[in-house]
């Protein structure tokens, strides 16, 4: 059997994921139920045509395809936040990356949402851990660990032809849905992605104050570009540093209407990140924050979201001293709305998401703050409160069925649900493993198993 007679099987084995399926009246009762914000004892979830029918505790309607869900958990889809689920198969083979916009004159208008592989592998294995929709962006200098560029060079040569460097911005991210064997994209171009602290003060010449410089002189641009479009598509405006797509691009960010994410770790940096913030009327999502606790309350006061991994604790450099895996519970006690990420970069490891929130939980985030920040929270942070990470009448019926409590680590995805569309339970690594372990066509050679 070779690879692609294995895709195909997995194909064929998704096939109860049809959207035929996707239309069918579908009550999961007796379970546990998680609606991501609230707990129901013994609670019946209807689905039917890719929404959330009802959530409740009254019987199955009739005519439902009833799923027995006692001594179970229901709990919505989680979301892989900061993640390059479907841009990056292989991250050191550059022809499978599409997150990372290299040598190129285009910065702030990279949209990753063109790249996205709806029959990625990793998509089944993030699935298996209960993840249904994820926050792609792309890669960029100081970003987590799989889809960042540790080597600024990578930007060498960029910005001939009076373009400047796109290392400034990275581009633009996408929300997606992993439901199998289909269009996967569900908004492009949800946040402009930056970075700060030690990464943007290299990319900026070698020092902080330089990037908030820069940035403040873009933003400046982007808005004289904004007011003058027909004197600069008739050559009757100044030079600008950006092209046309990247100012175009940039608009929203510059009146507010879309969020900046900032990659930033330091509590100074964060510090200044919020002064810009406020000075310029940009709105900021803090990605990272690994001394977010230090400044708490000035986050809080600021409304200002968190994107963390509440178990990063051990110093990698300077701006990461104050790490501790307190974080999470620091920052929700201050009101600070979180969300929780996945590992290296949330691709082959997105599934490691509820482990974390667990881990957070451990270290003193309460149980239903933890659940939220990667359910509900996401959705509110970028745009989508009330269409997906909920169970609730009208939201996407991205629905889980846990064997036990789904931070857990021993508990299983047994059912899944992704726009009302039931989920093959398997992924390449289980075919591989099916298929030398059972023996038959495409198995080891005779000579292997003698």
């Given amino acids: 059997m070779r690879l692609r007679t294995l ?30 914000t609230s707990v129901i004892e013994n609670g019946t979830v209807v689905i039917q045509n890719g929404r959330v029918v009802s959530v409740g505790t009254g019987a199955a309607p009739s005519g439902a395809r009833v799923i027995d869900a006692r001594g ?6 989680f979301v892989a936040v900061d993640s390059g689920l ?9 022809a499978s990356d599409d997150l990372t ?6 910065s702030a208008s990279f949209d990753v949402s063109w790249g996205l592989d709806p029959w990625s592998f990793t998509l089944p294995v993030a699935r298996l851990g209960g993840i249904t929709r994820a926050i792609v962006v792309p890669g960029h200098p100081g970003g987590s660990g799989g889809h960042n560029h540790q080597d600024d060079s990578d930007f060498a040569g960029v910005g001939d032809g009076g373009f400047q460097s796109p290392s400034l911005f990275a581009g633009q991210a996408a929300i997606i849905h992993l439901a199998e064997g289909s269009d996967i994209l569900v908004k492009p171009r949800v946040a402009m992605v930056a970075p700060f602290g030690e990464a943007g003060a290299g990319v900026s010449g070698g020092a902080r104050g330089a990037e908030f410089v820069q940035f403040r002189e873009t933003l400046a641009e982007v808005r004289l570009y904004a007011r003058n479009r027909a004197a600069y598509d008739r050559a009757g405006l100044r030079d600008l540093s950006l092209s046309r797509a990247d100012l175009e691009a940039l608009i929203p960010v510059a009146n507010g209407t879309m969020p900046l994410i900032v990659t ?8 200044q990140v919020l002064r810009l913030a406020r000075e310029e009327g940009v709105k900021v999502i803090l990605d990272g924050a690994e001394e977010g606790w230090l400044v708490a309350g000035q986050i809080a006061a600021a409304g ?7 178990i990063s604790n051990l110093p990698g450099s300077l701006e990461t001293r104050a790490a501790r895996m307190q ?9 600070v709305l979180i969300a929780i990420k996945g590992n290296e970069g949330s691709i082959h490891r997105a599934r490691e998401t509820r482990y974390n929130a667990g881990n957070a939980v451990s270290h003193g985030l309460p149980y239903d703050a933890a659940i939220e920040a990667i359910t509900v929270n996401p959705a509110k942070i970028f745009g989508m409160a009330g269409q997906f990470g909920e169970l609730r009448p009208g ?22 649900f992704v726009n009302g569309q039931e989920q093959a339970p398997t992924s390449r690594q289980f075919l591989l493993r099916d298929r030398y372990r059972t023996g038959g066509e495409g198995a080891m050679p005779p000579a292997y198993s003698r």
């Avoid at 194909?11 to 049809?18: E, P, T």
């Avoid at 916009?101 to 285009?106: C, K, L, T």
């Avoid at 930033?264 to 510090?271: E, K, N, T």
């Avoid at 200002?304 to 509440?310: A, H, I, S, T």
């Fill in 7 to 36: 895709i195909l099987a997995a194909a064929s084995a998704a096939a109860l994921a049809s959207p035929a399926l996707a239309q069918e009246l579908t009550a999961i009762t007796g379970g546990r139920v998680l609606t991501g």
């Fill in 72 to 77: 179970k958990v229901v709990a919505p889809g």
């Fill in 86 to 94: 479907g841009g990056s198969e292989v991250s050191s083979v550059g």
């Fill in 101 to 106: 916009n290299g040598a190129n004159s285009i």
């Fill in 264 to 271: 930033v770790h330091r509590a100074a940096d964060i510090q």
């Fill in 304 to 310: 200002v979201p968190v994107l963390l991994n509440p």
């Fill in 327 to 335: 974080n999470a519970a620091a920052l929700d006690a201050a009101g």
């Fill in 395 to 416: 939201a996407a019926a991205d629905v889980v069925i846990w064997s036990g409590d789904p931070l857990e680590p021993l508990s299983l995805a047994e059912t899944i």
